[in-house]
């Protein structure tokens, strides 16, 4: 079989087939049990395939095709800020993902843990309540999952915080832009600093990345 699964090193794929056929894509996440994979294009671009979908591809190749690409503008894509943060940091797309819009900076993505941070959303009932996002609507909002289990339409990013895990190993999304998307475990988390270290579950780099480059993933994972 030409596709890929968990026994080989997850290094770049290259895609056999669609619009997309012969680029050599950087794979994100992978996942066995929906059988598909989020992949980093060479212009930037976040998709999502299945693992059939590609072969094992070149890093050299991949660079080469990225230095060529045109990537899209860093402006489109702002990140959520935590209290205490005044940084703002760019990220893209992918499906389940709020999707490219030119005039509103959307960064919402399904399977994220998150904090509803506004007193006057549905009166306050979910004020510092932690929710899992389940769907995107729009690029601005998204439906969510409470912690009983209760669905809650229409929730705006606007009122949306990440939230970071306490334990050591677990894991999470990153959303700075040399990482986006990535998934990676954490290793160590500074209050003080207000960052995290994380190790990235393809590539094994160590990152050092802020509160508001991070969140907590609650997704399929191949470790």
Not at 94 to 109: D, E, F, N, R
């Amino acid at each position: 079989s030409s596709g890929i699964n968990a026994e080989w090193p997850l290094r770049p794929g290259e895609i056999i087939g669609g619009n997309d056929k012969g680029k050599h894509s950087k794979v994100l996440s992978l996942s066995l049990e929906t059988s598909r994979c989020i992949l980093r294009l060479p212009s930037d671009e976040i998709v999502d395939v299945a693992i059939i979908g590609i072969k094992k591809g070149s890093r050299e190749e991949y660079f080469k095709q990225r230095d060529s690409a045109e990537c899209p503008a860093d402006d489109l894509f702002a990140l959520p800020v935590h209290k205490g943060s005044s940084d703002n940091k760019n990220k893209t797309v992918t499906p389940g993902v709020a999707p490219i819009s030119k005039k509103k900076k959307a960064w919402l993505h399904r399977d994220l843990k998150v904090r509803i941070v506004s007193e006057d959303f549905l009166n306050g009932r979910y004020y510092c309540k932690k929710v899992d996002i389940v769907d995107i609507i729009d690029p601005v909002s998204c439906v969510c999952r409470s912690e009983s289990g209760k669905l809650i339409e229409n929730v705006p990013q606007s009122i949306l915080e990440t939230v970071i895990p306490k334990t050591k190993g677990s894991l999470v999304m990153l959303l700075s832009k040399a990482n986006r998307f990535e998934i990676a475990e954490l290793e160590e988390k500074d209050s003080k600093m207000g960052a995290v270290i994380c190790i990235t579950l393809i590539e094994k780099d160590v990152v050092t990345v802020k509160y508001e480059e991070v969140c907590q993933y609650i997704g399929d994972a191949v470790r």
